[in-house]
């Protein structure tokens, strides 16, 4: 697996982060700046979600690496993504599912800027940890200027500008807010199933291997960040925004590291290609039923 070279690239990453920007405009339409006030205000939810993200995840998932029969590099590959932030998607998730959108997005925003400093830690802090994945780290760091100009443009910069619409004129934002989110989900949609055509030959030659490992990984994340939400008593809302934006990571962000300093390596780029793909599907699952549940229960 640690031959294979997956037909991903930056270039394509950047496409797929286009397009989720286009994504975080289009949830920015329904939204209001008082969501932020308030989220901001009682920031109690904000850092239980960002201890979930960054702190109990990570160190659940070297558990798990420790326990489970898999090659160095698939273990690096799961350490790596649970390093990384919540993916852009999560906003959207979040909305579907009822959930507390701010919440969600001001967590995305907060995790971004903090993975500057917390990705490569986690990733080196726990990779350091285990014989196997030791070996075959290497140092790395994440340049402040990338990361903020990931901030901008995919996230503070849709974010400010749907804002501001749905803000000053409130009739142009109604009208436009469900045919964006038509044509920016049917685009991503066709871009992810385009991405899996190309490397079609590699998953199933080794879907066996990473398929099981990957849905139980990120049941492990989801189950964190909604059982420490349930715990510490945060209302239902804020619960499903901490269970997605624990649950749902950037594996693009993975995906261009495994690439930038790992040069490829099989094992990791498969499992972070897969758990692209595997979040969204276990995310929207998740967000279709919370979505369906009685409005009481919200």
């Known amino acids: 697996m640690d031959q294979v070279a997956l037909n991903f690239n930056p270039t394509t990453l950047s496409i797929l982060n286009t397009i989720l920007g286009f994504i975080m405009f289009g949830v920015a339409l329904d939204m209001k700046v008082t969501d932020f006030k308030s989220v901001l205000r009682t920031p109690r939810a904000l850092l239980i979600g960002l201890f979930c993200q960054f702190l109990l995840f990570p160190a659940f998932t070297f558990l798990l690496v420790s326990l489970l029969p898999i090659q160095a590099s698939m273990a690096l590959g799961m350490i790596l993504v649970a390093a990384c932030p919540g993916g852009n998607i999560s906003n959207f998730i979040t909305h579907i599912a009822k959930g507390n959108t701010a919440l969600s997005v001001t967590m995305s925003a907060v995790s ?27 140092s790395f760091t994440l340049n402040p200027w990338d990361m903020f100009w990931t901030i901008l443009v995919l996230l503070a910069l849709p974010m400010l500008i749907g804002l501001s619409i749905a803000h000053y004129y409130p009739a142009i934002a109604a009208k436009a807010k469900k045919p964006m989110k038509i044509f920016s989900l049917s685009f991503f949609a066709v871009f992810v199933l ?26 492990i994340s989801l189950a964190t960040g909604y059982s420490v939400a349930t715990l510490a008593k945060l209302e239902e809302r804020d619960r499903r925004a901490v269970a997605i934006e624990t649950g749902i990571q950037n594996s693009g962000l993975g995906l261009i590291l495994i690439f930038n300093f790992f040069g490829g390596l099989g094992g990791m780029a498969m499992i972070a290609a897969w758990w692209g793909i595997w979040h969204m599907v276990a995310g929207f699952s998740l967000a279709y039923f919370w979505g369906h549940r009685g409005h009481k229960e919200v």
């Open 112 to 138: 971004t800027m903090a993975a500057v400093v917390m990705t490569p830690f986690n990733t080196s802090f726990w990779g350091s940890k285990n014989e196997g994945t030791a070996a075959i780290l290497q």
């Open 194 to 219: 385009a991405a899996l055509a190309a490397n079609f030959n590699h998953f199933i030659t080794y879907i066996g291997a990473i398929a099981l490992i990957v849905a139980l990984h990120n049941a």
